[in-house]
């Protein structure tokens, strides 16, 4: 069945340094994948998309990467900022073929000042 | 704001009684989703709407679960015979008509505990 693996552990990171987050899947070959920031108690809000297509995708600090060889994405945030802190969580269309999206655990990050 | 509502935010019961939660998604958004999460983990999906049908709900959702959008606006989620494992945060989402790969608009969440 499908699956989803992201780091549990937290990440801590100074201020300013590369903060990269790993997204690893399994059993199947999605055409695109999605990231997605959570803060405590608050709902996620998206992020970033790239296509099976894509080799990397940019957003201000933020790049995305996408290896369909590796199944893997990277997410990376540059010159990280204290609020930057949150949780982060990749996210899958399903392989039943609607319109359903599988999230990983997620992984929080903590950028120290 | 017009982003996706959730009511209420914070829901405190008793084992064994029924609660039930409403989502206002965004505003013609045909699509609409419920979640659960508990915590340290991802978002569990619950079930998708597409307009007012029921397209998909997961096998993990025991029959106390219950969810509706009538007239394909709001929906609620009612649980009945509420368990202490029942405990977790709701998330409800919105995704717009006619986009595939379309990104998903969460609400604040409803958080329910369970005593």
């Known amino acids: 069945s499908q699956k989803i693996e992201q780091n549990s552990e937290a990440l801590n990171i100074q201020e300013g340094k590369t903060a990269t987050l790993t997204c690893n899947y399994t059993?199947?070959?999605?055409?695109?994948l999605q990231w997605y920031r959570q803060d405590p108690g608050r709902g996620p809000v998206f992020l970033l998309l790239?296509?099976?297509?894509?080799k990397e995708k940019r957003k201000e600090r933020l790049k995305v990467t996408f290896d369909t060889t590796l199944k893997q994405s990277l997410f990376h945030i540059t010159a990280s900022q204290p609020a930057d802190s949150a949780t982060y969580l990749c996210?899958?269309?399903?392989?039943?073929?609607?319109?359903?999206?599988?999230f990983g655990t997620g992984t929080r990050l903590k950028v120290l000042a | 704001d017009t982003g996706v509502s959730q009511n209420p935010r914070h829901k405190i019961t008793k084992r064994g009684q029924n609660v039930t939660f409403r989502c206002d998604p965004i505003s013609e958004h045909n699509r609409l989703y419920w979640y659960r999460q508990t915590l340290g983990q991802g978002p569990e999906f619950l079930t998708y709407f597409q307009n007012e049908a029921q397209l998909e709900k997961s096998r993990l959702l025991s029959d106390r679960f219950s969810a509706e959008r009538p007239k394909g606006s709001f929906s609620t989620l009612e649980i009945q015979r509420t368990e202490q494992g029942d405990s977790a945060m709701y998330l409800c989402?919105?995704?717009?008509?006619?986009?595939?790969?379309?990104?998903?608009?969460f609400g604040e969440g409803s958080r329910l505990t369970v005593l």
């Open positions: 059993n199947y070959s999605p055409a695109y």
């Open positions: 996210a899958l269309p399903s392989t039943s073929g609607t319109y359903k999206y599988i």
């Open positions: 790239i296509r099976e297509n894509e």
């Open positions: 989402a919105s995704s717009p008509r006619g986009i595939a790969t379309g990104e998903l608009f």
